[in-house]
């Protein structure tokens, strides 16, 4: 009886080895294969840009439910004209304010912005998330929500140059996008600006940032791969 | 007239439909009472350059129109509507939009319904397009669609939010239904457009199908409902019976009703008496009677004379025998016949014995005739009434001539006592010669005289003698009682051979087997029917005389049980040898007057006091 135990225990074991390693593969991203390597599995062009842009709108989602919190949290005035100063620490990053603008800039330019944004989002959210969890000033669900709005632009970086990488790969844009590999060289040196702007001010930038972000990607998705969904 | 600065406005909305382009309306207040202009400047975000409205009249009144080239995405618009008359302005406050923000699309536009069907029911395929002015293809906008549907009778609509898709199904239409349909549409973040125009849309009668499926199940069902009524109606009696089970009335045999209603009660209750009610027990009662005589024969006696005693007599003997005995059926008692096997023993006695010889030349002499018979048969008469269990049982019982000895008379009393003597006289009257009992024989009924002194047994009756009268069928009734076995039997064994009647062959012959004594008439005798023809009725002769012969199967069936009996045994088994050589000719007995009645063998018994007569093979 005992000689049975192991051996169906050990059978369980395998079994769920097994199963486990499956559900590993497949959790695990498809890499992206550059060159169609023999047994990757190749996403289209279209493919990315859906996932970008969905992870881009879950993005924007998350910020505008926080920014809306912090409204009625701190009741501020109506309008709050005095309030916004609005000196987010990104608006060094020149982004089209226009459907015409936007259209105009170029492929290139327009992945770099969307990029430089999100890298320059990366720290600031960060740290907000800090202050959330250490000020105990919001519920957890709040704290909750910066941690995923952190992690969300972390992961939304990285597929946007994945999107860069295959949209290079494809030659519908030129290589110069990667220069943006170092996040930190975009910042500007005053990067204490942001460490002064208050939660609620950082909360309006990343806002409009993330609608930008998402917006431009619709735009570039629209305009290489038009074919669904434009 | 009081005149004053003007009140201040108020910005209502601002709105943008494409994101391209906005628009504000503001509110003006008091005028004051002088004529008041409005102006509406604005801020941007990041600079402090104060602009004004570059369009005051493209959105109407009160509304300031920012153009495309005015206008900036996520940019902060710091706007403002100043009032101004004569006495005064007026400063709204600020307000401070993104256009982001703001966007309100227009209503979808070319809404179009049109029925389509599927698999013969019918859907409404709702189909538009996004607002011209809405840029959704580049990508700048992305819309999600809302429609909503209702019957033109109902209040309530029916929502169904599209998505990002143009075009919708709609099912579960109620056929000739008239729909309306509206569909109106948000960007990801703004404000709902609108409800497009009303699409009006009729929806065909699809009624037919269905009703056609109504009419198959109407007529399916009437017809099984028809059915079923009928059903009902014929067996209604049924259901009456069941539901209202009839009070039964009264069911006398002979009982009118009416008569009880007329109230003669006397025609009724003579109606009611039954003529053969209650039977008559007299009657019947002798037929259920069995009878059986039981003849010893004494072994002194010339006259050898076989007893052979049947099962049955045994059976009635003993105390024991009850039931087997007793009972209706009559196994034991109804079918026996005894037959005294005196024609053997009597041949065996003519051979062995002088006494029979004698008796036998008298009888050759005399008794050719059914003179001998009578007597026997007279002897076959007496009945020895067995009660046991209470019952009265006889048989006729054939039984040999007496014994002599038996000089006491005839205790009615004792019945097997009785037939021995009887049978004892009947010897003694054997051995003399005999009277003609002719006249005797010719009555149905024998009268033996008992007389120890005058053992004549054929005389006619006299005084002196006491008459017993014996039945030849089975109305012998025969007084008596149980008796010992071991009662007044002479020393010597005696046998009873008894004949049963077997039955009546169509022919119109009695067929007659031989009832098997058992062995020792102390008890323990047991019949043993051997289902053998043992005599055979061969007709009644014009004297009314019952020719008998018998029919041997070869066997020996002498019930000649006794060792003492055995040079009768001998003897009985030659003579049943002998006579059994299936020659009906040489068993020739003659016949014994009968009863008219006998012949019929109604009863099934016969006296076989004849049998015993004179042996001709």
Not at chain 2, 76 to 89: E, P
Not at chain 2, 175 to 200: A, M, N, Q
Request: proline share 6%.
């Amino acid at each position: 009886m005992p000689g049975n135990i192991r051996s169906v225990s050990f059978a369980w074991m395998v079994l769920v080895y097994l199963l486990f390693c499956s559900r590993r593969a497949s959790v695990g991203a498809a890499p992206i294969c550059a060159n169609a390597q023999a047994g990757c599995h190749v996403l289209s062009l279209a493919n990315l840009f859906d996932r970008v842009i969905q992870h881009s709108a879950r993005t924007h989602s998350i910020s505008n439910d926080l920014h809306s919190e912090f409204e009625q949290y701190f009741l501020p005035s109506k309008n709050h004209i005095g309030r916004v100063s609005r000196n987010c620490h990104t608006s060094s990053i020149l982004t089209p304010n226009g459907k015409d603008n936007a259209q105009r800039m170029a492929r290139e330019e327009l992945t770099e912005v969307i990029l430089k944004l999100l890298v320059a989002w990366r720290d600031p959210l960060w740290h907000f998330h800090q202050n959330m969890a250490h000020h105990h000033d919001f519920n957890n669900f709040s704290s909750n929500k910066a941690l995923e709005m952190s992690d969300m632009v972390h992961e939304l970086r990285k597929g946007v140059e994945k999107v860069a990488e295959k949209m290079q790969v494809l030659g519908i844009i030129s290589n110069t996008v990667s220069s943006l590999a170092s996040p930190e060289a975009s910042l500007p040196s005053d990067s204490a600006e942001w460490r002064l702007m208050k939660d609620y001010n950082l909360l309006s930038c990343f806002r409009r940032d993330s609608n930008k972000v998402q917006n431009y990607l619709k735009i570039l998705k629209c305009r290489i791969v038009p074919e669904h969904g434009c | 007239m009081f005149h004053s600065p003007p009140a201040k406005p108020g910005l209502t909305s601002c709105r943008s439909p494409e994101k391209e382009t906005f628009t504000c309306w503001w509110k003006p207040g008091s005028d004051g009472g002088l004529p008041t202009t409005h102006a509406l400047y604005y801020r941007k975000e990041s600079s402090e350059t104060v602009y004004e409205c570059p369009d005051y009249h493209t959105a109407g009144e009160n509304s300031c129109f920012f153009n495309k080239n005015d206008t900036s995405i996520w940019v902060n618009y710091n706007i403002t509507v100043v009032a101004t008359n004569a006495l005064g302005r007026a400063f709204s406050d600020p307000v401070e939009i993104d256009v982001v923000y703001i966007v309100k699309p227009n209503p979808p536009e070319k809404v179009t319904v049109t029925v389509m069907e599927d698999k013969g029911w019918p859907f409404l395929r709702v189909s538009w397009e996004p607002p011209h002015k809405a840029d959704t293809r580049s990508g700048w906008i992305t819309l999600i669609y809302e429609l909503r549907v209702k019957l033109e009778e109902e209040i309530d609509w029916e929502m169904h939010l599209a998505g990002q898709q143009k075009m919708f199904n709609i099912f579960s239409l109620r056929s000739g239904g008239k729909y309306l349909v509206e569909v109106r549409c948000k960007p990801d973040h703004g404000f709902w457009s609108e409800w497009s125009s009303t699409s009006y849309i009729k929806v065909p009668d699809y009624f037919h199908r269905e009703k056609s499926t109504w009419i198959l199940i109407t007529v399916f069902s009437t017809f099984t409902f028809l059915i079923l009524m009928w059903l009902l109606h014929m067996n209604r009696h049924n259901l009456k019976h069941c539901i209202l089970p009839p009070v039964p009335g009264p069911k006398i045999k002979g009982f009118d009703k009416q008569l009880l209603k007329n109230g003669k009660s006397n025609q009724i209750f003579s109606a009611l008496v039954v003529p053969d009610f209650p039977p008559a027990t007299s009657s019947n009662y002798e037929d259920f009677q069995v009878e059986y005589l039981e003849v010893y024969v004494r072994r002194e006696q010339e006259l050898v004379l076989e007893e052979s005693k049947d099962l049955h007599n045994s059976c009635l003997k003993s105390e024991s025998s009850t039931s087997d005995c007793d009972s209706g059926r009559g196994s034991c008692d109804s079918h026996t016949l005894l037959m005294a096997k005196c024609r053997e023993a009597k041949e065996g006695e003519r051979q062995t014995d002088r006494e029979c010889s004698p008796m036998r030349t008298e009888a050759q002499r005399r008794l050719k005739d059914w003179e001998e018979e009578a007597l026997n048969y007279a002897h076959a008469g007496i009945v020895s009434l067995e009660m046991s269990s209470g019952r009265v049982k006889t048989w006729p019982s054939v039984f040999s001539p007496l014994p002599r000895y038996s000089s006491s008379p005839l205790d009615q009393q004792s019945s097997l006592q009785m037939a021995k003597q009887l049978s004892l006289s009947t010897s003694s009257y054997l051995t003399q010669p005999g009277h003609s009992t002719k006249e005797a024989l010719g009555q149905s009924y024998w009268d033996l005289c008992l007389s120890s002194k005058q053992p004549h047994l054929l005389n006619p009756p006299t005084p002196v003698c006491r008459e017993l009268q014996a039945h030849s069928d089975v109305n012998i009734s025969s007084i008596g009682h149980k008796r010992a076995p071991a009662g007044p039997r002479s020393p010597a064994l005696h046998t009873t051979e008894y004949v049963e009647v077997q039955r009546v062959d169509n022919k119109d012959t009695l067929l007659l087997q031989p009832v098997v004594q058992g062995c020792g008439r102390m008890g323990g005798c047991f019949q043993m029917p051997h289902g053998e023809v043992y005599s055979k009725v061969k007709g009644v002769d014009s004297d009314n005389v019952l020719l008998l012969q018998r029919e041997g199967m070869g066997e020996d069936r002498c019930p000649c049980v006794e060792q003492e009996t055995n040079e009768v045994t001998g003897s009985c088994h030659k003579s049943c040898t002998v006579s059994t050589t299936q020659k009906p000719s040489g068993c020739i007995y003659t016949a014994v007057p009968v009863r008219d009645e006998m012949a019929t063998m109604a009863n099934g018994y016969v006296d076989t006091a004849t049998m015993c007569t004179l042996h001709t093979c």
